[in-house]
């Protein structure tokens, strides 16, 4: 708003939605504000930030909703965005199997909820969907515009509602999909569309999985079971249309036995096919029946097993799951496996309808004589349609899609495969196992956003793995070869070596697919003969002649529910950014609310601050919602004194040409065929044949770096591995081929990308405390309090497996301490004089500061965010002396030990980090209360929207540090709270939080601690 300099307040948006998520009107509204505005990086940039909230709130709000809301929101910022796409998939893979029936394992999963579970494969479909189908008019818009037929204006709105279109059209499900498919050929038309300024989320009724049957009305299981037959079985959704899925009863045994005791015997299943996934009910749904198991069935392999004790077995199974059926004749095990195999085809996208060929005769026959229902919304089994081919640029992304969620899984089973073995056979295991690992031609490390730079995946550096043996897991660092500044796609377009992932992403696969006529071919468009072509075309040109576009500005209705959009003077290209003054224009159109003042506070602030007006039906809504709507956190405090504030995220920084850099790093000014280039982050990069090294300069100067390096990084920094490791690469490249396209120079920029594979390991709490760290990252430098925080991706692609962004030149205290250049006398205080130089000198001094600008960011947020487990192979510090916190599986409160916990104080300040600082005379130490009372006093002011992001994962949570008797039941969100002393006056909040250091010096629970990890995992003390 005008307090926030054009940017849109994504955590506003986060906490109204969730305050009022019984409203699906405002849900609705808030949806559609920041689906307006998502063209800005800043805007997009809010939206991946908050994107564990959204999901969380797609899983288990919308469950119990009538329309797909935020579902579509969803989808229209998919379409926007493939990485966006990615992150919401793996979000959604961790909740499927929290949800579904069984584990892995075939045994019954006590956490099974088939609502959640089905809608989480639902929305993946639906994801998957928008991808490989995109926005069906994209190109031509851009085309449009660029030829200036339309405003940058006319452009953003018509692209914006192409998108709503497509979400709204994918969610209505079955028949309605394969409509969209099949008849998107109309050409765009602008004639009023132009001048109406509302951008509706239109109204969509979620459909149900299933409907209950009567019983009074229905056979028994046992009869049911004898007269069904295997057939297509439709279900219906809003509007009378139908969807088609495959169902039967088939005899079931399970592979695993549920007691040792019973005979493992066959059991009568009902079986369906639906959305690629194979569901396994005890008896038939629509009498009852309860889902037991299910599997996926993309890449499933189906074969018949023969030579077995009964006749007509087959099975289905894939990596995690294994099917063993039987069915009742020939003709049917062979149509179960026809209808397996198709759903498990890569494009077995849109919901499989039934076909000639895929019926025996005996079928046919019965079909052909009973009437058929040919209405436009009703499926008939009798229709031989013929499964719709993707486009090659649809293949294309279906393609790209699977490829790298295959390549980050398989990245994970290796750290998976290398866990069943020895300790000391995993490093000599691992370079083969990782080299093995197929790399796709568009592959990336998806530990970024949207916005930032791309990097695409070359080759491995398999001889630098390196394994961490740990008794239930093998964290595994793999080093990959990245390019960037490549020519992109089949036109070999412009190098950039600059373009963020979502751009190059865009440019490489948003391909309009051509005939040879050179027409645009719509979504599964069927192939046309030339005379239909040319009839087209002449309907095509009377189109164009009868189309007058509109420009300039409509009138404003004040009764209308809409939400204005400016028309800013732009002549830039369309992509799939708006310009940067896009965020801003829309300031130029608020206006403030009508006079009446009744009903929530936050929400009227939201909107005075940042939209055009309220409609006047949702304000009216809202005021009658106001006095029955449930009770969350906000509302028990919005008149608290504690303001709902906007804190934009903050990353770390960036570094651009020689801006910043250390005089001995980087010379000359770095660019690529006349562009600059942006730095990833400190390390080595090779551009033709000169290796350029990034570094941040903060008065420690190289000889200190280099000393420290010694004890840190065994003798070799980062930036000098990592140009290492790209001269080997360039040799190689040199030696093998003459490089580039048709033989011209290679002047790509090679860079390394570097990651740690975990399996076994469930981080999805992890990525919410560095959510909350990144938050107050940003709160403590809205606030101008000088704290240091090293925010890190962490990535969760499943219950068991993520992917973590490696810190360079750090090690763990532990480590350090166990490095036999580490002084034996003295501790780090030794170290600090070792490394840093005498106590004056300026190297010392700056390495000093770091580490209590750092020191004092850590203490805080370990004691707002209950952050326990801290023994020493947990915090790491880095060459230039910055302490590091790692490793948040105890957070909240939650401890080991629980009750029984050692770690009683607030947060561990040990006699180490205080000789260090020089003491608790020192003016260090002074320095480090000073920033502790001032982050304390900031977070204090920030409260309403850091409870608001607890309140919200915690609903319906699966967290360990949100279940259970000890930490369930919002006792989580009371002890933060209650760390936050919201309660305390300001006047005497240094003075509690100059107590909480007193008690947190040197304390003996923390020094017990140490040594209790000592003795049990021989950490050092």
């Known amino acids: 708003g005008r307090d926030n300099k054009g940017r849109v307040p994504m955590e506003k948006v986060a906490m109204l939605i969730w305050q009022f ?119 031509e818009l851009e085309k449009m515009y660029e030829k200036g037929e339309i405003t940058r204006a006319q452009y953003e709105q018509m692209k914006l509602e192409d998108r709503l279109n497509n979400a709204r059209q994918i969610t209505t499900h079955g028949v ?10 109309q050409k765009v038309k602008q004639v009023k ?115 077995g004790k009964y006749p007509f077995m087959f099975e289905a199974q894939n990596h995690h799951f294994e099917f063993v059926m039987r069915a009742k004749n020939m003709n049917e095990m062979q149509l179960w496996m026809k209808l397996l195999r198709g759903e498990s085809e890569a494009n077995a996208l849109i919901p499989h309808i039934i076909s000639d060929d895929e019926i025996d005769g005996k079928e046919e026959k019965k079909q052909a004589d009973s009437p058929t229902d040919k209405s436009d919304d009703t499926v008939t089994t009798t229709s031989a349609q013929a499964p719709l081919k993707l486009t090659p640029s649809q293949q294309a992304r279906y393609d790209f899609f699977k490829n790298e ?5 398989n990245v994970c089973d290796v750290a998976e495969v290398l866990r069943f073995h020895e300790p000391k056979e995993r490093k000599a295991l691992a370079p083969g196992l990782i080299s093995a690992v197929r790399l796709p031609e568009c592959a990336y490390v998806p530990l970024c956003k949207s916005t930032d730079v791309w990097r695409r995946v070359d080759s491995v550096m398999a001889a630098d793995t390196r394994v961490f043996n740990t008794n239930e897991r093998c964290p595994m660092i793999c080093y990959f070869v990245a390019k960037r500044g490549e020519r992109i796609g089949t036109t070999l377009g412009p190098k950039n070596p600059n373009l963020d992932v979502a751009e190059y992403l865009h440019m490489q696969f948003q391909v309009p697919d051509t005939d040879k006529l050179g027409r645009l071919s719509a979504i599964g468009e069927e192939a046309l003969s030339k005379d239909e072509v040319e009839e087209q075309e002449e309907e095509k040109v009377e189109e164009e002649n009868e189309i007058e576009i509109e420009k300039g500005d409509s009138k ?119 562009q600059s280039v942006v730095s990833v982050g400190g390390g080595s990069i090779i551009m033709g044949d000169q290796v350029v090294t990034f570094q941040h300069a903060d008065g420690v100067d190289k000889s200190s770096l280099d000393r420290a390096k010694e004890v840190v990084s065994g003798g070799e920094s980062w930036a000098e591995k990592s140009a290492r490791m790209l001269r080997t690469v360039k040799e190689s490249a040199t030696k093998s081929s003459n490089g580039g396209y048709g033989g011209e120079e290679d002047t790509s920029i090679y860079d390394i990308v570097t990651l740690m594979a975990k399996s076994n390991d469930d981080l999805r709490q992890e990525v919410f405390v560095m959510q909350m760290i990144h938050y107050f990252e940003s709160v403590f430098a809205k606030s101008s309090v000088p704290l240091w925080l090293k925010t890190y991706r962490i990535l969760s692609t499943s219950k068991s497996t993520g992917l973590i962004e490696v810190l360079t030149d750090a090690t763990s205290i532990d480590g350090l301490k166990k490095s036999d250049k580490y002084p034996k006398e003295g501790g780090m205080r030794a170290y600090w004089e070792q490394v ?74 040990t006699k180490d980090y205080i000789d260090v600082m020089g003491g608790i005379t020192s003016g260090c130490f002074k320095e480090f209360q000073k920033l502790f009372v001032d982050g304390f006093k900031a977070a204090r002011s920030n409260s309403l929207t ?20 000890r930490y369930g039941g919002g006792v989580s969100l009371k002890r933060f709270e209650k760390r936050l002393m919201l309660d305390i006056p300001d006047s005497k909040v240094e003075k509690k939080a100059h107590q909480l250091i007193t008690s947190s010096i040197d304390s003996s629970g923390t020094k017990v601690y140490d040594i209790f990890q000592n003795y049990s995992n021989g950490l050092a003390i």
Not at 179 to 185: C, D, E, F, L, S
Not at 605 to 620: I, T, Y
Request: aromatic share 10%; proline share 5%; with cysteine.
């Open 21 to 139: 998520r019984d409203d699906p009107a405002v849900v609705q509204f808030m949806a559609q504000f920041v689906a307006k505005f998502s063209g800005s990086r800043q805007v997009f940039d809010g939206i991946e930030f908050y994107l564990p909230q959204i999901a969380h709130m797609i899983i288990h709000l919308e469950a119990d909703w009538d329309e797909a809301i935020l579902e579509r929101f969803a989808l229209v910022i998919a379409q926007q965005s493939q990485h966006f796409a990615l992150q919401l998939t793996w979000i959604l893979q961790g909740a499927i199997e929290d949800y579904q029936p069984e584990t892995v394992e075939g045994r019954p999963n006590p956490g099974y909820n088939q609502l959640f579970y089905l809608r989480c494969i639902t929305l993946l479909s639906n994801i998957e969907r928008c991808v490989v189908y995109g926005s069906p008019r994209s190109i």
């Open 176 to 185: 309605n999909f394969r409509k969209m498919v099949v008849q998107n050929v």
């Open 193 to 307: 569309l132009l001048n109406v300024k509302e951008v509706k989320l239109p109204s969509v009724i979620t459909p149900t999985k299933h409907g209950g049957g009567n019983a009074n009305n229905n056979p028994s299981p046992r009869a049911d079971a004898k007269s069904t037959a295997t057939s297509v079985v439709s279900s219906t959704t809003d509007k009378n249309t139908q969807i088609s899925k495959y169902g039967g009863y088939l005899l079931y045994k399970r592979r695993f036995r549920t007691a040792c005791y019973k005979r493992k015997a066959w059991k009568s299943r009902y079986f369906e096919i639906e959305e690629r996934m194979l569901y396994c009910y005890n008896h038939r749904p629509s009498i009852g029946g309860k889902l037991i198991r299910a599997m996926p069935l993309e890449g499933a392999d189906v074969q018949e097993k023969k030579g």
């Open 405 to 409: 969620r295959d390549f980050v899984a």
């Open 556 to 674: 404003d209705d004040d009764d209308d529910d809409t939400l204005g959009l400016e028309d800013p003077t732009d002549s830039g290209r369309g992509t799939v950014w708006s310009e940067e003054s896009k965020s801003k224009s829309f300031l130029s159109t608020m206006s403030s609310l009508p006079g009446n003042r009744k009903g929530n506070d936050q929400l009227r602030k939201f909107m005075e601050d940042n939209v055009v007006k309220l409609p006047s039906r949702l304000a009216m809504q809202i005021n009658r919602f106001e006095s029955r709507r449930k009770m969350s956190y906000l509302d028990r405090n919005a008149g608290s004194g504690a303001p709902l504030t906007t804190t934009p995220i903050i990353e770390n920084p960036i570094i651009e040409g020689d801006s910043g850099l250390d005089d001995s790093s980087v010379g000359d000014s770095l660019s690529l065929d006349g």
């Open 836 to 909: 840093y130089g005498p106590p004056s000198s300026k190297s010392f001094l700056a390495a000093q500061r770091n580490f209590v600008r750092s020191l004092a960011g850590y203490s805080l947020v370990s004691y707002l965010l209950g952050l326990k487990d801290r023994h020493n192979g947990n915090i790491m510090i880095d060459t230039r002396g910055h302490i590091i916190h790692i490793d948040f599986g105890f957070a909240f409160g939650m401890a080991p030990g629980h009750e029984w916990s050692l770690e009683r104080a607030p947060f561990k300040l």
């Open 946 to 965: 850091a409870l608001g992001l607890v309140e919200i994962m915690m609903y319906k949570s699966n967290y360990p540090c949100f279940t259970g008797t």
